[in-house]
Nanobody, 124 residues
Framework: QVQLVESGGGLVQAGGSLRLSCAASGRTFSNYAMGWFRQGPGKEREFVAVISWSGRNTYHADSVKGRFTISRDNAKNTVYLQMNSLKPEDTAVYYC?????????????????WGQGTQVTVSS
C-alpha cells in the first residue's frame, strides 16, 4: 500500500510561483515512476508531468513546458512540481500519482496510487 500526500497548493496571482510537494510512504519509492496530473473546473483530468524512478528522465505537457518542472528526492520519498509564470488556466486540483511498476509514461491508467489532491488557484 502506498500513500501519497500533496501539499503546497494555494492562491497566487498570475505570473507567480508555487512549489507542490508529494510525500510518499513505502520503502520502494525509488522504484516508482511518479507523475502529476490536474483537473480544472468543468474539465477532464489531464497529464502535467512525469519523472522516471531515477529522476534522469522527465516529460512535461506542452501546456506547461518551460514553466513547470518536476523533480524528486528519493532520500526524502518526495516528488516536487515547481510551477512558475502561473496563468489563470493553470487553476485546478493537482494530483500526484505513483506507477509502482516503474513504467514511465503519461497514461493515467499506468498509475496505481493517487493522492487526495491540492487546490491551485491563479487569479488574473
Amino acid at each position: 500500500q502506498v500513500q501519497l500526500v500533496e501539499s503546497g497548493g494555494g492562491l497566487v496571482q498570475a505570473g507567480g510561483s508555487l512549489r507542490l510537494s508529494c510525500a510518499a510512504s513505502g520503502r520502494t519509492f525509488s522504484n516508482y515512476a511518479m507523475g502529476w496530473f490536474r483537473q480544472g473546473p468543468g474539465k477532464e483530468r489531464e497529464f502535467v508531468a512525469v519523472i522516471s524512478w531515477s529522476g534522469r528522465n522527465t516529460y512535461h505537457a506542452d501546456s506547461v513546458k518551460g514553466r513547470f518542472t518536476i523533480s524528486r528526492d528519493n532520500a526524502k520519498n518526495t516528488v516536487y512540481l515547481q510551477m512558475n509564470s502561473l496563468k489563470p488556466e493553470d487553476t485546478a486540483v493537482y494530483y500526484c500519482a505513483a506507477a509502482t511498476s516503474g513504467v514511465y509514461g503519461t497514461n493515467p491508467e499506468r498509475f496505481d496510487y493517487w493522492g487526495q489532491g491540492t487546490q491551485v488557484t491563479v487569479s488574473s
